[in-house]
């Protein structure tokens, strides 16, 4: 089993920054790709960033120039890097990441974006 545990989650004004990060641990083997989802209330999933172990990223077309996603192979840590943040960017984030062809999933961490 592996467990992830997301932190750097909170409120923030409209156009200010957070920076969320996903600590994972346990029977890690090899974390191939890692990546964060977004659920707002109402609203279907969606994919935000996708990072390789190689280091090729994807962005959603509503984050990208935004939003940067990072890891840490070394520490098996992915990060997401949140600037000018907008109230639709309100949701709860969960990094997910793939060990041995497994897809596993963190709890989630709120933002919200208001003023």
């Known amino acids: 089993q592996v467990q992830l545990v997301e932190s750097g989650g909170g409120l923030v004004q409209p156009g200010g920054s957070l920076r969320l990060s996903c600590a994972a641990s346990?029977?890690?083997?090899?974390?191939?790709?890692m990546g964060w989802y977004r659920q707002a209330p109402g609203k279907q999933r969606e994919s935000v960033a996708v990072?390789?172990?190689?280091?090729?990223?994807n962005y959603a077309d509503s984050v990208k120039g935004r939003f940067t996603i990072s890891r840490d192979n070394a520490k098996n840590m992915v990060f997401l890097q949140m600037n000018s943040l907008k109230p639709e960017d309100t949701a709860v984030y969960y990094c997910w990441v793939v060990n041995v062809l497994r897809t596993y999933w963190g709890q989630g961490t709120q933002v919200t974006v208001s003023t």
């Open positions: 990072i390789t172990r190689g280091g090729t990223t």
């Open positions: 346990g029977s890690i083997s090899s974390i191939n790709t």
